[in-house]
Every structure is written in structure tokens, then in C-alpha cells.
């Protein structure tokens, strides 16, 4: 069975051709595809190479979340592997994602939804598609709590409740609020923290 991940009033090209995992893998195996990417609903999205803004932002989570949850469960841009049929078109890497267990228990293939407490994708110029996109294609697969850390606006976004493939609990939070994951409620982490520091004047 084929899942669209766009519902037909906001799919541009409802008739093109959408890449399957399987297919870029051997594309890459032959040497026809190369550098970073990922797939998303049969979609190549090649990854751009990263501003200081995003890698600050990156380095930013990755110590808070470090704090949280202790450095084992949490990854930096790695495959996410999905059950089929979202699995068969799609193949995020999301900026970080934290994971229910160590990285030893992922020896032999990618986590799944249901290894994941939390992902996280950092937005400069992909705010839209990972608001809309990525928050469906995350909420169809039932990753449980997913964040948008926007750094033009200085904001974070946290999705929660996947149902019927949307997030049926949204919240905004600027800069000076604090926020808990689900998976630790009682450690509040400032929004600031998240963010890359900045320049001075």
C-alpha cells in the first residue's frame, strides 16, 4: 500500500515520481548518488552544508540534551527507519534524536519510531518543510514528541499527541520560557540554551 504523505490539495505534482529507499541505496552503492541526503516521501532532499547559526544551535542541543539524557541515547543527523508503507518512500535524518536505548542496542539497523523519545530538527531556511513536512511525516509514524527549534525567530516549537497523522498538541515558546521534554517533565530547560549564542555587538 502507497501512503502520501501530502494531502492532494497541498501535493504540487501529485503525478511524479517518488523515489523509493531501496533505490537510492543502490544509486549510492553505484556511486550515481552521492553526498548527504535524505528521503522524504520519495523526495532526494540533499543536505546543504550547514551555517554557523546551525551547527552552534546543534553543538547547543546536543549539550543540553547530553544533560538530560546522557550521551548514549543521543544521535546527531542519523537515519531514522520507518515501518512500511512510510518506511518504502521515506527516510528521514533529523538534525538529533534521542533514543529509549543505547547505541549498542543499534548495532544491526537505524532506530525506529518506537525506539524514540524525541527528534529534533534545527530550521534557518527549512522552517516550512519541517513545520509541515516533517511534522506529518513524524506524526505518521508516531514518533512521539518532535521540536522545531527555529533560529530566525528565535523560537521553539514542540509537537506533541501524534493522531491520525498530525500532532493534536502544538506549542510555541519564545526564547526567555523554559520547557520539559515528556520524558523528564521535572528538568526545565531554558529555549535560550537551545539557541546559538549571539554575535556581539
Known amino acids: 500500500m502507497s501512503v502520501n504523505l501530502l494531502a492532494p490539495e497541498l501535493e ?4 511524479r515520481y517518488r523515489w523509493t529507499v531501496d533505490e537510492c541505496n543502490r544509486l549510492a552503492e553505484e556511486g550515481r548518488l552521492v553526498g548527504r541526503y ?3 516521501d520519495g523526495e532526494v532532499i540533499r543536505k546543504m552544508g550547514q551555517k554557523p547559526p546551525h551547527s552552534n544551535a546543534l553543538k547547543c542541543l ?3 540534551l547530553a544533560g538530560l539524557f546522557g550521551i548514549d541515547l543521543v544521535w546527531v543527523q542519523s537515519p531514522l527507519t520507518l515501518s512500511d508503507p512510510l518506511g518504502v518512500y521515506s527516510e528521514p535524518e533529523p538534525d538529533v534524536s534521542v533514543t529509549r536505548e543505547p547505541v549498542t542496542a543499534y548495532g544491526s539497523r537505524h532506530p525506529g519510531p518506537e525506539d524514540l523519545l524525541l527528534v529534533v530538527e534545527v530550521a ?3 522552517l516550512r518543510t519541517d513545520l509541515i513536512v516533517k511534522s506529518r511525516l513524524y506524526a505518521r509514524a508516531g514518533v512521539p514528541e518532535y521540536w522545531v527549534l527555529d533560529l530566525n525567530d528565535g523560537k521553539l516549537h514542540i509537537h506533541r499527541q501524534p493522531v491520525d497523522g498530525e500532532y493534536s498538541l502544538v506549542t510555541v515558546h519564545a526564547e526567555t520560557e523554559t520547557v520539559a521534554a515528556t520524558a523528564h517533565p521535572n528538568a526545565h530547560v531554558a529555549v535560550a540554551d537551545l539557541l546559538p549564542p549571539a554575535e556581539p555587538a
Do not use: I, Q
Open 12 to 15: 504540487m505534482f501529485p503525478d
Open 38 to 40: 535524505e528521503l522524504v
Open 62 to 64: 546536543m549539550r543540553v
Open 124 to 126: 534557518d531556511t527549512s
